[in-house]
């Protein structure tokens, strides 16, 4: 059997030691590319970029090892290692693991998922990985127990001889006293993740700011641990597969309903 390649990409950045983390644990499973963004993209969504020319450079990480920096956002350092920059396509693609958690409707939102929805798009696996740093108070966060984890569910993904299509595993990973094991569980998409709200203030100018920001909701969840929001909070790690058609195939038929009494339709 051919050697199984696995491609690392994030939204926080090159340097961020969630995917230097990640990158060593998936060591021990496959051969392993990183192609990651030189900056924090996170929140970037699947932001592209059409309108100008990216740039890719060879890095050392920093355990000395390869790596490549792209000028550009988590879903292209997806695309330009699919297009042509890697000698083949990888069996897998893994994202983060990522500085906080990506759950609920705010999954949208995340750079972690779009680019690993950048893979599943055109026919290769995708899992992203996000941790809840937020509730790890040291003064570095400690991603090895994500990686870990990551490890063990990407050496099972790779044993599968056929992977869902057109599906992004997102996998979140609450923050766990050191022993404690991490359990798994599979769930769906819950409600609002983040608080939303607006810090005003002045600048040294005496303009107006906004800024735009908001607080993690998964430590007062009530919510069902079916859900990723519900799981977390309860300690487990959530495993939800999410599907990159958004329709609502419900409405399907109401909605048909409605032309004939479009005017003009
Ligand atoms: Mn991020």
Redesign the pocket.
Known sequence: MAERMILIT???GVN?PGLLALKQALEDVARVEVFAPDR????ASRTRTFHKPLRVDEVRLLDGSRGYATSGTPSDCVSLALLGLLDRLPDLIVSGI???L?LGRDVSL???VAAAMEGVRVGVPAVAV?FDSVSDRSEMPDYEPSADFAARFVRFLLDQQELPQKIVLNVNVPYAPVGRKLEPRVTRLGGEAYSNYLVTGKDPQGRNYYWISGDPLTKESTESETTDIGAIAAGYVSITPIHLDMTEHSLLQPLEAWIPQIDGA
Do not use: E, K, L
């Open positions: 994030n939204d926080d961020a924090n993209w996170s929140a990522n500085d906080g990506n995340s750079g972690t996000s």
